[in-house]
């Protein structure tokens, strides 16, 4: 139980395109999803938290215009990175918080994106 | 605000060998202590976790770790490493809820047959 899945597993795409990032789960509700961002080598930073039928919450220093997440139901979250530049190419990853199980986040393989 | 201290960049320890990977906290109440395992490429999975209770708790793949509130720690041992273990260990801590979580720099595995 308790799996995440994400697609695209990896995406490459040109300067000035946008891309979407599906976040699911897949057996169970989460009333609240994570996004985060890990650079190579390095640990995992909290983006924005996602709850179902509300705006997302940004993390400071992260740009809401560019990251857009839009949590429009109890087993869906999407991240579209906008007009995306080499500097936003990395390792994006989503959790989710499992209704009955608040405290525990489950995460999702992750998705690499490369932006030429 | 919490923070997560994973001192150890990097360890490497021989197959069959014990394991004990550290992680020390800072947070205000009593925390919420998880620790992950993210593979080459993957995403990452939970090993453990502890909320109250027993200090000792039991995780997937033969780990466990225990909660020392007067040390602020929480490392996370096995007693006999395998090849397959070799991957990133995070330990994180979370607010109250679980609403958000804070990662450690994480630990590199090596193991050598």
């Known amino acids: 139980g308790a799996v995440v899945s994400q697609h695209p597993s990896w995406v490459i795409c040109k300067s000035g395109t946008s891309v979407k990032i599906e976040c699911r789960s897949l057996?169970?509700?989460?009333?609240?999803m994570f996004w985060y961002r890990q650079f190579p080598k390095q640990s995992l930073m909290l983006m924005a938290t996602?709850?179902?039928?509300?705006?997302?919450?940004?993390e400071q220093g992260v740009e809401k215009d560019k990251f857009l997440i839009n949590h429009a139901s109890l087993t869906l979250s999407t991240l579209t990175v906008t007009s995306a530049h080499p500097e936003d190419s990395s390792f994006y990853i989503c959790?989710?918080?499992?209704?009955?199980?608040?405290?525990?986040?489950?995460f999702g393989p992750g998705t690499r994106l490369l932006v030429l | 605000a919490q923070s997560v201290t994973q001192p150890d960049i990097h360890i490497t320890v021989s197959e069959g060998a014990s394991l004990e990977l550290r992680c020390n906290y800072s947070?205000?109440?009593?925390?919420?202590l998880f620790w992950y395992v993210q593979s080459p490429g993957q995403g990452l999975q939970l090993l453990l976790k502890?909320?109250?209770?027993?200090?000792l708790v039991q995780g997937i793949k033969g780990f466990e770790a225990e909660f020392k509130r007067s040390q602020s720690s929480f490392n996370l041992r096995k007693p006999s490493v395998h090849w397959s273990d070799a991957a990133e260990y995070f330990c994180?801590?979370?607010?109250?809820?679980?609403?958000?979580?804070?990662f450690g720099t994480g630990t590199q595995l090596k193991v050598e047959l």
């Open positions: 959790s989710a918080r499992d209704r009955g199980y608040s405290e525990t986040q489950y």
């Open positions: 057996d169970f509700q989460a009333t609240t």
């Open positions: 996602s709850n179902e039928g509300s705006k997302a919450t940004y």
């Open positions: 947070y205000g109440a009593t925390p919420y």
């Open positions: 502890y909320f109250s209770g027993d200090t």
């Open positions: 994180a801590v979370g607010a109250g809820g679980g609403n958000k979580l804070t």
